[in-house]
């Protein structure tokens, strides 16, 4: 089956419109969750976080642990649940997998654990996609799935 990819410019800014619910909510979560018990230091932002570093290493642990969990939760409820993430619905994106339907929910949990992964080591799996023929992600191609671009001839299945 050839499929045509999601231009990457499509997938970055319905990326992008779904970052913005789940910055609020990362931000609400790592404020209610922040040490109250950090130096107080006369110094700029880096300097002050490197001295935040130095009194509690895990002060950037549970920041990173809550852009993860809800990185995840948000696509799963959308992916799995809803089929598509609300940027990727104003977009016109739809997410298929090999035989050119939606992916199960199983699948779709799989997807956006395999999606969530491949974001760790410095958005890698996303920059995959700009060497890629296709102009599939990485964790597109672990997952077995393909994002393109909705017509009206597949909304009517």
């Not at 990727?88 to 050119?100: E, N, P, Q, V, Y």
């Not at 699948?107 to 999606?115: G, P």
């Not at 990485?138 to 017509?151: I, M, N, Y």
């Amino acid at each position: 089956m050839k499929v045509t990819t999601a231009p990457s410019w499509r997938r970055a800014l319905a990326g992008g419109l779904d970052m913005l619910p789940c910055a609020v909510i990362w931000s609400a979560l790592v404020w209610l969750t922040w040490p109250t018990d950090l130096p107080v230091v006369p110094w700029n932002w880096l300097d002050t976080l490197i001295d935040w570093l130095n009194a509690d290493p895990n002060v950037l642990l549970v920041p990173v642990a809550w852009a993860l969990l809800v990185g995840f939760g948000y696509n799963v409820s959308f992916q799995a649940f809803g089929r598509e993430t609300p940027g990727k619905r104003a977009l016109r994106l739809r997410t298929r997998d090999a035989l050119g339907g939606y992916p199960s929910r199983r699948h779709a949990i799989l997807y956006c654990l395999l999606r969530t992964l491949s974001t760790l080591p410095a958005l890698a799996g996303h920059l995959w996609a700009l060497a890629d023929p296709e102009r599939r992600t990485l964790h597109d191609r672990l997952g077995r799935v393909w994002v393109t671009v909705r017509s009206e001839s597949l909304d009517r299945e």
